[in-house]
């Protein structure tokens, strides 16, 4: 049976409701992937019992302690050794032609770090919304550094039909170069640890924007993605959430912020900040922590930077022009500013 040079990577946390179809849509995939890791962060209800019935079929290792998803999606990355790497989220369903949409019939160009395809939003019973709606057709920025994903929310009315470059991808449904994970990895991690979770992903793409690596989109690869944490829904995430949320905002920041992009951003990016931190004293206490949690992290953060910035690429400073509410040059450039202007309660994947 075909093979494509692909391991999907997936980390798992009480995720027993969504595991099961996720990895039966995965063994469908045809061609197939070469690996299939998932790492297990001490899921306490029936994930375990679930993964037992997939084990010889897919690698699963189990952690004694939930480390996170950015350190378990680095441990399952570290089990694979193929050219590419999808990372996917247990909520997660794909087709069977998705990995052949998204490689193409011609390997990528060598600049072209990042692969994502068209995600289309499920509820949490796995049906379609009704008219369906997007989930994600990249990640986009605003002046406001804050970060989306483009399209969420829209319908699925055949916008965003056009193949193109977008800022980065949502690491639901990531396909990763293996050149580029070992290339932005710093001080040995691709998706920065000390995150722990959520926005880990835009955090990697700025990073890879930095070093000179491209984001395409293909929206012929469709999948489908129950998205728990949604944007509106803060005031219901648990608190832990929230103050990763808070905290990563500012890691994100100093480890990639560059003079072009604070010199086009200061002003609204401080209105910005100013409002985040009145909530938290007025309004999400249980956030404040994120501050503590921040000054704890920021000499790791640092030292990153330094790393990073000691290798930008000739492109990096062309990278303010994609903070502006869409990619520029889309034509949905307008539907996702129109988008980011109307959401007033952000979850833990935008800032």
């Known amino acids: ?75 399952a990355i570290g089990l694979t050794s193929t050219a590419w790497v999808l990372t996917l989220n247990p909520d997660v369903l794909l087709p069977p032609g998705f990995l052949q949409c998204l490689l193409g019939e011609q390997t990528p160009e060598a600049s072209t770090g990042v692969l994502c395809g068209r995600m289309i939003s499920l509820q949490p019973d796995l049906s379609l919304d009704d008219p369906p709606r997007l989930d994600s057709t990249g990640i986009v920025f605003t002046d406001q550094l804050r970060h989306f994903d483009r399209g969420w929310g829209e319908p699925d009315d055949g916008r965003y039909g056009c193949p193109g470059e977008v800022f980065g991808a949502s690491a639901a449904a990531a396909l990763y170069r293996r050149e580029l994970i070992e290339d932005v990895s710093v001080e040995g991690q691709f998706f920065d640890e000390s995150f722990f979770a959520y926005r880990e992903d835009a955090d990697v793409a700025w990073r890879a924007r930095l070093l000179g690596w491209r984001c395409h989109y293909r929206p012929e690869a469709r999948g489908l993605h129950v998205r728990t944490l949604r944007p509106g829904s803060r005031r219901r995430n648990p608190a832990a959430v ?37 909530a938290c004293l007025l309004v999400e206490q249980s956030s404040l922590p994120a501050f503590w949690h921040f000054f704890r992290a920021l000499p790791g953060a640092l030292r990153q930077r330094r790393a990073i910035m000691a290798r930008l690429s000739p492109e990096a400073a062309g990278v303010a022009r994609w903070f502006a509410g869409g990619e520029p040059g889309s034509s949905g450039a307008r539907a996702s500013k129109k988008f980011t202007a109307a959401v007033v309660h952000p979850g833990p994947h935008r800032s």
């Not at 808070?246 to 604070?262: C, G, I, S």
Request: with cysteine; charged share 25%.
């Open 242 to 278: 929230n103050m990763h949320s808070v905290k990563n905002r500012f890691l994100m920041r100093v480890k990639n912020l560059t003079w072009p992009v604070w010199r086009k951003c200061w002003a609204a990016a401080l209105a910005r900040d100013a409002a985040v931190v009145g």
């Open 1 to 75: 049976m075909k093979q494509l040079p692909v391991a999907i990577t997936i980390v798992t946390h009480d995720s027993e409701w969504y595991i099961r179809p996720c990895l039966e849509a995965v063994l469908l995939l045809e061609p197939r992937p070469e690996e299939v890791v998932v790492v297990d962060n001490a899921s306490e209800d029936g994930t375990r019992e679930v993964l037992r019935e997939f084990e010889g079929r897919v690698r699963v290792v189990h952690n004694k302690l939930n480390t996170g998803f950015s350190a378990g999606q680095n441990q």
